[in-house]
C-alpha cells in the first residue's frame, strides 16, 4: 500500500500563516483481483482446452517408463490445471489410483 501524506500544514497558505492543524492522510488502495479474474488472465482465451487431458493420456500410456522427476513435475503441473478449474477432480484422483502402481513412488 502506498502511503502519501498531505503536509501541507508545513508551509504557509495564501495569508502567509501557516496550518497547523493536524495532517490528514491519505492513502492510495489497490483494487484487488478476484480469484476468477486471476484465473481468466493466467489462463488467457487462447489455452488449449485438451491440454490436460492430453497430459493425462501420457502419464497413463508411459507413467513406468517416464524419470521419477519427470513424472512428478507432470502430476505437479496438473494439479495446477486442477486448482484453475481446466481438469476434473474425478480425472485427477483416477489418475492417481493409476500411478499408486508405479514401483518408484
Sequence with gaps: VLFLANVSFLYP?????RNLQTPS???????????????????GSNSNPCFPLQLVKLMEASNMTMEPDLRRSIFQA??????RQQLDPVTLIGLCFHLFRCQDK
Excluded: M
Design 13 to 17: 497558505d495564501e495569508s502567509g500563516t
Design 25 to 43: 492522510y491519505r492513502f492510495k488502495h489497490k483494487k484487488h483481483k478476484s480469484q476468477s479474474q486471476i484465473v481468466e488472465e493466467t489462463t
Design 78 to 83: 496438473l494439479v495446477l490445471l486442477r486448482n
